[in-house]
């Protein structure tokens, strides 16, 4: 094994989660072996734009900003790098536990110059519950994994416990963006979310959670679930 097979292995390593501490929203952290330059990365880059410890202030965060979004589960980035660069004024807090991801989004963020983004390489709930009250004008679950055994629901994001942290980080008039191509998954989060009265389900016709809004880019989970044939649906709530 050369140098750099060695170094991927001990980063691998140290990578491996430790324990479960709770219902994990998540299954592995690592798959194939990373780049060096995305190993680089993991331990250079994302040491200076990772989310701190304790507290948030988002101002002192992103300085530059006036707006702020959170995105749960990144998968590859595409999305949240697509926001950051239209909307340079917003910064984004991105969480996403697989390494293989997180090391994505490292690479486009160097490869774009992004300012306004700040990654958690772990549980977004860890993240989330630091939020200050009212200051997020946006908030994203997208594709997310639906566990469908009936017996991992527990493991689904969109629970009344979570539901009760956006409905206190997003500002009134803040938007909650779902996606899915899990036909159970869609009524679990619309029967949530429909029974939420903090949340208002801004969809005045079928188009509107059907066909993808314009601002809305779109992810490589999603175009792989349109090549396998799985419809997706885009559901948009407004913070009451």
């Known amino acids: 094994m050369g140098a750099h097979g060695s170094r991927g292995a001990a980063q691998g390593a140290r990578l491996k989660e430790p324990g479960r501490r709770r219902s994990e ?3 592995r952290r690592l798959g194939r072996p990373l780049s060096p330059h995305q190993i680089e990365l993991i331990e250079t880059l994302l ?10 202030d988002l101002g002192a965060l992103f300085p530059s900003c006036s707006a702020f979004g959170f995105e749960v589960g990144f998968g590859g980035g595409e999305h949240v790098v697509a926001q950051a660069l239209a909307h340079p004024d917003t910064g984004f807090i991105a969480c996403e536990p697989f390494v293989n991801g997180v090391a994505k989004l490292l690479m486009a963020i160097e490869a774009e110059g992004l300012t306004n983004v700040r990654v958690h390489m772990g549980d977004a709930r860890d993240v989330l519950v ?3 009250d009212r200051s997020l004008s946006k908030a994203f679950v997208l594709f997310p994994d639906p566990w469908p055994k009936l017996r991992h629901h527990k493991r689904r994001f969109i ?3 979570t539901l ?3 409905a206190r980080v997003l500002k009134p008039g803040g938007e909650f963006r779902v996606a899915t191509d899990h036909a159970d998954y869609r009524v679990w989060a619309l029967q949530h979310l429909i029974a939420d009265s903090r949340f208002r389900w801004a969809a005045a016709r079928a188009s509107d959670w059907r066909v993808r809004p314009a601002d809305w880019p779109a992810t490589r989970y999603e175009q792989k679930a ?3 044939g799985r419809a997706c649906i885009y559901l948009r709530f407004i913070r009451i």
């Open 25 to 27: 929203l998540y299954g």
């Open 47 to 56: 040491p200076k734009i990772a989310v701190p410890e304790g507290p948030l």
């Open 130 to 132: 630091r939020v200050p």
């Open 159 to 161: 629970q009344l416990q």
């Open 164 to 166: 009760d942290q956006l």
């Open 226 to 228: 349109v090549a396998a």
